[in-house]
């Protein structure tokens, strides 16, 4: 796994806290989204995430749901 930053430890645990899984899409919007954005990219560069075409949509992959449970 790779090492994550605060900020995309910090997105994960948005994922976590809506107890969700590998598939489910999560919608962040206005000035979550924008602060968001850096880490959303990257997340998906590590292919930890899945954009949806749902404005703002985003989907855990496997690899992504193993570093949501593992932040602190």
Same mark, same amino acid.
């Given at each position: 796994?790779? @090492?994550? @930053? *605060?900020?995309? $430890? &910090?997105?994960? &645990?948005?994922? &976590?806290?809506? #107890?969700?899984? !590998?598939? %489910? #899409?999560?919608?962040? =919007?206005? !000035?979550? +989204? *924008? &602060?968001? $954005? =850096?880490? +959303?990219? /990257? +997340?998906? /560069? *590590?292919? #930890? ?11 855990? @992959? %496997? ?10």
């Amino acid at each position: 796994m790779s @090492t994550l @930053t *605060k900020s995309e $430890e &910090r997105v994960l &645990r948005v994922y &976590r806290k809506f #107890m969700m899984s !590998p598939g %489910q #899409m999560l919608c962040f =919007n206005g !000035p979550d +989204l *924008k &602060r968001n $954005e =850096n880490a +959303l990219h /990257n +997340l998906m /560069n *590590k292919d #930890m995430l899945i954009k949806e075409r749902f404005k703002g949509g985003y989907s855990l @992959t %496997q690899e992504g749901y193993a570093a949501m449970k593992s932040c602190v």
